[in-house]
């Protein structure tokens, strides 16, 4: 005789319902707990970007176009976007077309 209460066997397929939620799930959390450690390890993304030493990226604009220039510039310098570790930062300057060419690269 058993003691204690015991459920009804779950038909198969219920029960292949059952273990892929919990896999699902358990995959989802461990996921998720690698990824919270990989931040934290990290630093939020500091290590991948050093301000100390950016790459710096100068760029001459004529005068009609500097304005568009410069703003795509700032929403690039947002992104902190890392090359080989260092941070790229671009820099806009306004100058007239025949003295954009005729400078030595």
């Known amino acids: ?14 029960r292949r ?5 919990r896999g699902v799930l358990a995959t989802l959390g461990a996921v998720a707990i690698v990824a919270a450690f990989a931040v934290v390890a ?5 290590v991948l970007c050093s301000a100390r030493e950016p790459v710096l990226v100068s760029v001459a604009a004529a005068a009609d176009v500097a304005p568009a220039a410069m703003e795509a510039a700032g929403r690039f310098n947002e992104t902190e976007t890392p090359v080989g ?6 820099q806009v300057t306004e100058h007239p077309p025949a003295d954009s060419s005729a400078r030595p690269s």
């Not at 319902?17 to 939620?21: C, N, V």
């Not at 990290?42 to 500091?46: E, I, P, S, T």
């Not at 570790?85 to 671009?90: H, K, N, P, Q, S």
């Open 85 to 90: 570790g260092r941070c790229v930062l671009v």
């Open 17 to 21: 319902r059952k273990a892929l939620r």
């Open 1 to 14: 005789m058993r003691l204690g209460r015991h459920r009804a066997a779950l038909p198969p397929q219920q």
């Open 42 to 46: 990290l630093g939020g993304g500091a």
